[in-house]
T-cell receptor, first 110, second 115 residues
Framework: QKEVEQNSGPLSVPEGAIASLNCTYS??????FFWYRQYSGKSPELIMF????GDKEDGRFTAQLNKASQYVSLLIRDSQPSDSATYLC??????????FGAGTRLFVKA | GAGVSQTPSNKVTEKGKYVELRCDPI?????LYWYRQSLGQGPEFLIY????????DSGLPNDRFFAVRPEGSVSTLKIQRTERGDSAVYLC?????????????FGPGTRLTVL
């Protein structure tokens, strides 16, 4: 069974801090990795994707990928209360299927 | 431009009934995906269309579920003989080409409740 694992949280951080969200995946052949944000009662929206080992930065967000360890993370710098949401890790394993993790709930305290 | 739209937004039905859920993707997007999301879980892949054809339907739970996209645009997810376990939010997404690096844009979902 191919899996994408995330800590369900909640992860609570103070405003202005760095939030670190982690994800592991089981299929070594996985090719692309996505982070989606989902506010309560809303649909997922893409934050960023990464497919090469290393870091990828976009504004306050940095995605980190380590294929050898089958690990992908998302760092949110200067966390804001508006960042409070569920963060979904998604993995494209080849073919046509994208597998989502169950998500980590993030709470940023003002 | 307009995003992905889904109708109805809510559907309540009785066990054993037939339901159809509609998805209208972003204009020009050839790839269309259906997912199902239960409370506290991530979206679960159901089926992927490239144009009119179902390129991967391996996520459909059983033969009660069927989806079509006859003209390569609007898609309908059809569920026969609904069961209480089918209750979930059904999400549709579209992307320009395919799932490898494309952004998938999600619709607002249809909340299905089977009584």
């Amino acid at each position: 069974q191919k899996e994408v694992e995330q800590n369900s949280g909640p992860l609570s951080v103070p405003e202005g801090a760095i939030a670190s969200l982690n994800c592991t995946y089981s299929d070594r052949g996985s090719q692309s990795f996505f982070w989606y944000r989902q506010y309560s009662g809303k649909s997922p929206e893409l934050i960023m994707f990464i497919y090469s080992n290393g870091d990828k930065e976009d504004g306050r967000f940095t995605a980190q990928l380590n294929k050898a360890s089958q690990y992908v993370s998302l760092l949110i710098r200067d966390s804001q209360p508006s960042d409070s949401a569920t963060y979904l890790c998604a993995v494209f394993e080849g073919g046509f299927k994208t597998i989502f993790g169950a998500g980590t709930r993030l709470f940023v305290k003002a | 431009g307009a995003g992905v739209s889904q109708t109805p937004s809510n559907k309540v039905t009785e066990k054993g009934k037939y339901v159809e859920l509609r998805c209208d993707p972003i204009s020009g997007h050839t790839a269309l995906y259906w997912y199902r999301q239960s409370l506290g879980q991530g979206p679960e892949f159901l089926i992927y269309f490239q144009g009119t054809g179902a390129a991967d339907d391996s996520g459909l739970p059983n033969d009660r579920f069927f989806a079509v996209r006859p003209e390569g645009s609007v898609s309908t997810l059809k569920i026969q003989r609904t069961e209480r376990g089918d209750s979930a939010v059904y999400l549709c997404a579209s992307s320009l080409q395919g799932p490898s690096t494309d952004t998938q844009y999600f619709g607002p979902g249809t909340r299905l409740t089977v009584l």
